[in-house]
T-cell receptor
Framework: NAGVTQTPKFRVLKTGQSMTLLCAQD?????MYWYRQDPGMGLRLIHY???????AKGEVPDGYNVSRLKKQNFLLGLESAAPSQTSVYFC?????????????FGPGTRLLVL | AQSVAQPEDQVNVAEGNPLTVKCTYS??????LFWYVQYPNRGLQFLLK??????LVKGSYGFEAEFNKSQTSFHLKKPSALVSDSALYFC???????????????FGTGTLLAVQP
């Protein structure tokens, strides 16, 4: 049981380039999330999904798109990367959407945009 | 709007001494509170959560947290610190009256715990 995995672990992009971050979970969780972590700001929610085929905006969605074509995968896309998107990106998942649910996190993807 | 504050950027403690990492929250309804730990170059690991009931919550790795409704606090504690406890600790809150389906967590800015041998 690998839990939540993320690929790649680290990536360097030039401004304007595009890329996709992949998140996979093997816990049969319905809910999945993408966060970004920046120094002094904690984690902020980018987008989330409440089930296969659904996505919704979080706190800081601008410049990102997501897709959830399969229940176990949640993709985060950057169409035209900007230096402000330099960050560490974490994927998380939870079994359900109740307020008591625990979210389980992946190891993170470190992205540097030059 | 709901929020959570971790007033200390860093906490230093000697190995074997008790440790406390502070967290205060602000929500409009009943709070649901979580602590996560992040080791260097790793993702966040769940430590413990408060939902209801006993104000003292026990979690992983010998950690516990005390919920105090009157002080709106949820401080993380451990009776005897280990060097291996050195990490970044995040407090998070979910508003119990939140009507949406986002299961959204609000995170604090994190507290770096440094345990000296």
């Amino acid at each position: 049981n690998a839990g939540v995995t993320q690929t790649p672990k680290f990536r360097v992009l030039k401004t304007g380039q595009s890329m996709t971050l992949l998140c996979a979970q093997d816990m049969n969780h319905e809910y999945m999330y993408w966060y970004r972590q920046d120094p002094g700001m904690g984690l902020r929610l980018i987008h989330y999904s409440v089930g296969e085929g659904t996505t919704a905006k979080g706190e800081v969605p601008d410049g990102y798109n997501v897709s959830r074509l399969k229940k176990q995968n949640f993709l985060l896309g950057l169409e035209s990367a900007a230096p402000s998107q330099t960050s560490v990106y974490f994927c998380a998942s939870s079994y359900g959407g109740t307020r008591t649910e625990t979210q389980y996190f992946g190891p993170g993807t470190r992205l540097l945009v030059l | 709007a709901q929020s959570v504050a971790q007033p200390e950027d860093q906490v230093n403690v000697a190995e074997g001494n008790p440790l406390t990492v502070k967290c205060t929250y602000s929500v409009s309804g009943n709070p649901y509170l979580f602590w996560y730990v992040q080791y260097p170059n790793r993702g966040l690991q769940f430590l413990l959560k408060y939902i209801t009931g006993d104000n003292l919550v026990k979690g992983s790795y010998g950690f516990e947290a005390e919920f105090n409704k009157s002080q709106t606090s949820f401080h993380l504690k451990k009776p005897s610190a280990l060097v291996s406890d050195s990490a970044l600790y995040f407090c998070a809150v979910r508003d119990g009256n939140y009507g949406g389906a986002t299961n959204k967590l609000i995170f604090g800015t994190g507290t770096l715990l440094a345990v000296q041998p």
